[in-house]
């Protein structure tokens, strides 16, 4: 029943900005987690950044100082915004929501990947 929808992927020159949002929809009970993940050409998915709940936030060294994650007071919804892109950030982005889905049921969703691609 949950749907995660991804917008905001596209083409952008290195240097460029770019921002991913995820609004998750459906029968939800709790989210205690949302966050991005990518995979890049000849690599394994990888973590990018995460938020909880409570807005304590993590991200992979790489794009630390460069991307920002967030999400919105519903806390439904989860945005990553990239700054300073470099042609490594190419990869598909993937959105993931973790939670509860009942008091009796976990919720772990993921979208169906949105692409990024830096190039001149």
């Known amino acids: 029943q949950v749907q995660l929808v991804e917008s905001g992927g596209g083409l952008v020159q290195p240097g460029g900005s770019l921002r991913l949002s995820c609004a998750a929809s459906?029968?939800?009970?709790?989210?205690?987690?949302m966050g991005w993940y990518r995979q890049a050409p000849g690599k394994q998915r990888e973590l990018v950044a995460t938020?909880?709940?409570?807005?304590?936030?993590n991200y992979q060294d790489s794009v630390k100082g460069r991307f920002t994650i967030s999400r919105d007071n519903a806390k439904n919804t989860v945005s990553l915004q990239m700054n300073s892109l470099k042609p490594e950030d190419t990869a598909v982005y993937y959105c993931?929501?973790?939670?509860?889905?009942?008091?009796?049921?976990?919720?772990?969703?993921w979208g169906q990947g949105t692409q990024v691609t830096v190039s001149s």
């Open positions: 459906g029968s939800i009970f709790s989210i205690y987690v």
């Open positions: 993931n929501v973790q939670g509860r889905l009942t008091t009796m049921m976990r919720l772990d969703a």
């Open positions: 938020i909880t709940s409570s807005s304590s936030t």
